[in-house]
């Protein structure tokens, strides 16, 4: 069993559409999540950065941490075409160990 | 300020060939990680360098894979020699050493080995 699942999608959804991405995990000593948006050819680029369940806003950005449940969401608002991403997801212990492990990613389009 | 920088963008090797990928971090980040995404799978952590120190090399997938960060500035991610099934997108990562130890990614370099 991986410790992180994501749905790999892919997603398509009109532009001005609320989009919703979710991650589960298994391993409760997961104490940070990160949500990273990655464009065709590029590399990962953070968006969100959590370390407490509860949500966090940032412009149409909301990231969602539920550790109890171990499910983690990203929201986008008034969703654009730039928006058109691979999203991934990823999380790391509060130990020594800094390794991020990541979600499968989910392939977003945000049609004109 | 520059970003993390990776070279090559793309190599294409035979299998049995050695190649060295290159990662120039963020100046003044004292961490330096590799990561590497093989096809249909998730991103996955390789190592974690702490200024020319190895902190963690835990996900190295064997001793064909040697990495390096002389200096404590830029490292080196060779392979040696090289199979079909390290074909992959190689990440490189970068982050302050006090903090929320953000990552901040380079580009990757795409390897294809023949």
């Known amino acids: 069993q991986k410790e992180v699942e994501q749905d790999p999608g892919p997603l398509s959804v009109p532009e001005g559409a609320i989009v919703s991405l979710n991650c589960t995990y298994s391993n409760s000593a997961f104490q940070y999540f990160m949500w990273y948006r990655q464009y065709s050819r590029k590399g990962p680029e953070l968006l969100m950065y959590?370390?407490?369940?509860g949500n966090k806003e940032d412009g149409r950005f909301t990231a969602q941490v539920d550790k109890s449940s171990k499910y983690i969401s990203l929201f986008i608002r008034d969703s654009q075409p730039s928006d058109s991403a691979t999203y991934l997801c990823a999380m790391k212990t509060s130990g020594s160990a800094r390794q991020l492990t990541f979600g499968s990613g989910t392939q977003l389009t945000v049609l004109p | 300020e520059a970003g993390v920088t990776q070279f090559p963008s793309h190599s294409v090797i035979e299998k049995g060939q050695t190649v060295t990928l290159r990662c120039d971090p963020i100046s003044g980040h004292d961490n330096l990680y590799w990561y590497r995404r093989v096809m249909g799978k998730e991103i996955k952590f390789l190592l974690h360098f702490v200024k020319e120190s190895k902190q963690d090399e835990s996900g190295m997938p064997n001793n064909r894979f040697l990495a390096e960060r002389t200096g404590g500035t830029y490292s080196t991610l060779k392979v040696q020699p090289a199979e079909l099934e390290d074909s992959g997108v190689y990440f490189c990562?970068?982050?302050?050493?006090?903090?929320?130890?953000?990552?901040?990614f380079g580009p990757g370099t795409r390897l294809t080995v023949l």
């Open positions: 959590t370390y407490s369940s």
């Open positions: 990562a970068s982050s302050q050493l006090a903090g929320a130890d953000t990552q901040y």
